[in-house]
Each structure stands twice: as C-alpha cells, then as structure tokens.
C-alpha cells in the first residue's frame, strides 16, 4: 500500500513538469455569469464555488476584465479522484469593457462562492432623461 | 487533484471529443470570451474521492446556503437537492433590467449519484464552505485496507 501511494505521488510532479506541464497548469473554468445593466451601471454576477476573497483576484487591465479564482478545498491527504466534474483548479474568464465604464470605480463582493461585480458608467456616459416641453 | 483523472480519459478517438479537441486547435480560444464559447454545464457540479476511510463528495453550488441543499443516501446512492433562486426580473418588481447574459443556473435541481458500496451512512457528516459543500461518508470497517501479517512458516 505504502508503495503504490509513493509511485503516485511520484508521478505527478512528473505529469507536471513534462510536456504536458503548460496545458495541465493552464486549464481554467470558465464560470458562467450573469449580466445586467441596473442604475447607470453593468452588474456582473459569476458562480466561483470553492474561491475565497483572498484566492480572488479580479484586474482591470485597457479595458480588459480578467477574473481569476483559485478553487480552495479541504482535501485530505492521500485522496484518489474518482469521479470529477470540477476538473480544474482555478476559474478564469475575461471580458473586454466599453469606454464608458469607470474602471476605477468597480465595487466586488463575494459570497457563498458568487461574486458580484458592480461597474458603473461615467458620468458623462449616465443615463440622462429628456424632459419633452409642450410646444 | 482532479485534474489528474484526465490522465484516465480513454474515449473512443471518434467521438464527440475528439471533434472538439481538433476545433480547439484549428481556433484557439481567443482572449475575450465569446458568447457561445461557454460549456453549459450541469448545476451542481460533483467531484469524489476517496481515502483509505473515508469517501468525499464536493458538490459545487455556488450560492446556495448550508441550509439550501438536501442530502440524502439510499444504498449507496446519494441524492442532492436543492433549489437556487437566481434574481430574475421579477423581483424587481416592474423595473425591468436588461440582461446582456444569462447563463448561470437557477430553479430547483436533484442530482443522483452512485457511490462505492461499504458506505457507514449513519456516520456521514456535511461541511458548507465558500458555496462548497463537502460530504464525508466514512466507510465501515470491512471495507478499509487492512495489513496482513505475513507469519514464517
């Protein structure tokens, strides 16, 4: 038993450090979003199960989004997957932003693995209602 | 860790994958997503492994509350149900918002999974983290390695 558990363990790093090493590391989930313009600003919600506020980390980079999350389980040593859906260990998605959203102003918050994300107009770019005067 | 069960993946070259192994290389993901380009998968997403003693279960419900989620373990097969409310226009009352995506998942959903046989149901217990929820089903004793002595002759 011990030394089936040390050739797998063995094997990994070099899983890892092969050819293969880029792609294996690399692969991230997309998570799904929702989203939606409410009070002169776009609402980003995205389902991220597993990720804490500090394996978060969302940039704003050109008018480029980049969300990532490190997935952060509780795992026991010595476990063996036998079934997996969640095949990867981080979440990554991007999204290119308009001009008019206020890079500097976008609010996050993250709970029970949802983030949500508020990204406001500028305000030369909110909303204005037009008021029709009678002729 | 998961990601290691990849390595066990041998489908028939010539199904559904392999045509979606060859479109990934012919067009690389670009670096802004693309509307379609989302795999819609199931909600909740489930992984188990298993220990020496013990089988873990990780159900991936984003959202969901410690309270929202209903487990339950016939035989060796574990259901979880639940429902998710996803803000729909209607709670909004009559401001109706325009949505330019939707593609997380809502309603109530049941999910039946079989698990190895040997399970000690009566010992399971759940855990609720980050929108994780993480069951532990110990296995009874029977069923974990045990060393056998090897006596001279």
Known sequence: MNEITRQQSNRQPRVQGGEDSRGERDRALQPPVDIYEEGNALHLVADLPGVTPESLSIEVDNNMLSLEGEIRLEMPEGMTAIYAEVRAQRFARRFTLSHEIDGDAIEARIDKGVLHLRLPKKPSHQRRRIEVRAA | ?153
């Open chain 2, 1 to 153: 860790m998961f990601g290691d069960l990849r390595r066990f993946d041998t489908g028939s070259p010539w199904s559904v994958d392999w045509f979606r192994e060859w479109l990934d290389e012919v067009f690389p993901e670009p670096g802004a997503t693309d509307i379609r380009a989302v795999p819609r998968g199931t909600f909740p997403m489930i992984n188990i492994g298993r220990t020496d003693d013990a089988v873990r279960v990780y159900v991936f419900a984003a959202g969901l509350a410690a309270g929202d989620l209903e487990l339950s373990l016939q035989d060796n097969v574990l259901t979880v149900q639940g429902e998710r409310k996803v803000a729909t226009d209607e709670t909004e009352g009559d401001a109706r918002r325009p949505y330019f995506r939707r593609e997380r998942a809502g309603g109530s959903f049941t999910r039946s999974i079989a698990l190895p046989e040997g399970l000690d149901a009566d010992r399971a217990e759940a855990r609720w983290r980050n929108g994780v929820f993480e069951i532990t089903l110990p296995k009874r004793e029977e069923l974990k390695p045990r060393r056998i002595e090897i006596q001279s002759a």
